[in-house]
């Protein structure tokens, strides 16, 4: 796992266990948090971010140097989120909540900016 733009983690389907709410931390973001993820890989035992690497070898994540990394996922995950929660099954962030202030900060990112940055 090596990519030059991350993007949030809902895109892949990911969502917060308890709540449903859609994941929009990036793995940049994740691996610097308290945040654990479970997967069949783990066999469905949580494991903190930090220690990915435990479970996938082959992956280097660096620390996120910079929010503005992956505008376009941002950009599309804040128009798209609708389409997001009902393709997986997620739930929006309510309002008012962290999340859904991310979402707003998000869509004021412009198109023609967002291009550029690609």
């Known amino acids: 796992h090596r990519v030059s733009i991350h993007r949030p983690e809902c895109l892949g389907g990911f969502r917060w266990k308890h709540s449903e709410i859609i994941v929009l931390e990036l793995c940049t973001e994740l691996i610097e948090s308290g945040s654990s ?7 469905d035992k949580y494991v ?19 929010r503005y990394d992956s505008s376009y996922w941002k950009y599309f995950v804040a128009h798209f989120t ?3 929660v009902e393709y997986f099954g997620t739930k929006k962030p309510p309002p008012g909540s962290a999340g859904d202030k991310t979402l707003q900060e998000w869509k004021k990112l412009e ?6 940055d690609l």
């Open 37 to 43: 993820f479970r997967t069949k890989d783990t066999n």
């Open 48 to 66: 903190p971010y930090k220690k990915y690497r435990d479970i996938y070898k082959n992956w280097l994540i660096a620390p996120n140097s910079s």
């Open 82 to 84: 609708d389409e997001i």
């Open 111 to 116: 198109w023609d900016k967002v291009k550029k």
